[in-house]
C-alpha cells in the first residue's frame, strides 16, 4: 500500500517509493488495457445486487458501514501478503511493513464498527457494545449482505492479480493500481455514510414522507445511504476512465 509522507532523502509524497518510480508505474499502468474498469465494473454490479437484496430483505441503513470498513482492512492484509509472496519489490515491501499497520487498523476500526453499532436514539451505550458483534453477524448474514461482502472481496482479489500479472510482465516498481482505487472509495465512503447517517437523515427525520394524494410514501434510510455509496462509486470509475483516456491521449501525442 502506497503511503503519502514525506521520508529524509525521497523529498517526495510517494512514501517508500522514488518520485520517478512511482510516476513512471502509475502512468504504465494506466497505459495498459481496460480489463481493470470491466473488473471493476462487474464487481460493483455483483455488489449493488447483492447488496440492494440484503436492503430488500430489511438490511438497517447502518450496516452498509461494514462492506467499507472489511474492504479496506482485508486489503491492508492483502498488501501484506503480496509484498511477501508475489510481489517481489522493495519499496512495495517497505510501505506495508511488517504488519503493525494492518493490526493497528483491524483493532481501531473493529472498534469503531462496534462503537457505531452501539450507538443508538439516546446515543452512545456501553451496555450495547458486548452485543454489537453479534448482532452486526447476525444482520449480514440474515440479509445476505455477507454475499456483497464476499463478492467485493473477490473483486478485489480478481483485480489484484491482474496487476501482479501486468507488472510481472513490464517489471520495474511494483504500484497496486486497485489498492489506489479501493483507498479512494473507503476514504471517502465512511466519512460520506457517516455524514448521512449521523447528521442528514437525523434532520430528515428516520423516514422521509412524500405526500402523494391520499397515498403516503415511506422512503426506506438504508436505500438513500445505498444510493448515496452507489454515486461516490460511479463517480470514482467515470473519472478514472476519463483520466485513462487523458493519459493515453498524452502519450499519443508524444
Known amino acids: 500500500m502506497v503511503i503519502m ?16 518510480d512511482a510516476e513512471s508505474a502509475l502512468r504504465r499502468s494506466l497505459e495498459s488495457d481496460p480489463s481493470r474498469l470491466v473488473v471493476q465494473l462487474i464487481t460493483l454490479v455483483l455488489f449493488y445486487v447483492l447488496a440492494a437484496r440484503a436492503v430488500a430483505n430489511g438490511l438497517p441503513a447502518s450496516y452498509l458501514i461494514l462492506p467499507l470498513v472489511f474492504e479496506f482492512v482485508f486489503a491492508l492484509w492483502l498488501g501484506l501478503l503480496m509484498s511477501r509472496t508475489v510481489v517481489d519489490c522493495p519499496a512495495f515491501r517497505t510501505s506495508n511493513g511488517i504488519g503493525i499497520r494492518p493490526l493497528f487498523w483491524t483493532l481501531v476500526l473493529s472498534a469503531g464498527t462496534l462503537g457505531w453499532f452501539a450507538y443508538g436514539n439516546d ?3 456501553m451496555e450495547r457494545v458486548p452485543g454489537a458483534a453479534e448482532q452486526s453477524w447476525e444482520g449480514i448474514v440474515d440479509t445476505g449482505l455477507v454475499w456483497a461482502i464476499l463478492a467485493s472481496a473477490i473483486g478485489l ?6 496487476d501482479v500479472v501486468a507488472w510481472q510482465r513490464r517489471s520495474g ?9 479501493m483507498s479512494i472509495r473507503v476514504l471517502m465512503g465512511i466519512p460520506l455514510l457517516a455524514f448521512v447517517g449521523f447528521l442528514l437523515l437525523p434532520l430528515l427525520g428516520l423516514f422521509i414522507e412524500m405526500e402523494s394524494g391520499d397515498v403516503i410514501f415511506t422512503v426506506n434510510p438504508a436505500w438513500l445511504m445505498l ?6 462509486d460511479v463517480g470514482i470509475m467515470v473519472k478514472g476512465a476519463v483520466f485513462h483516456r487523458m493519459l493515453k491521449r498524452d502519450t499519443a501525442s508524444c
Do not use: C, I, M, P
Request: aromatic share 12%.
Open 227 to 232: 444510493g448515496t455509496l452507489l454515486l461516490l
Open 157 to 162: 482479489l480478481v483485480a489484484s492479480a491482474r
Open 123 to 125: 446515543g452512545f451505550s
Open 5 to 20: 509522507s514525506t521520508q529524509e532523502g525521497n523529498n517526495n509524497d510517494y512514501g517508500a517509493y522514488r518520485k520517478e
Open 173 to 181: 516498481t511494483f504500484l497496486w493500481d486497485t489498492n489506489l482505487v
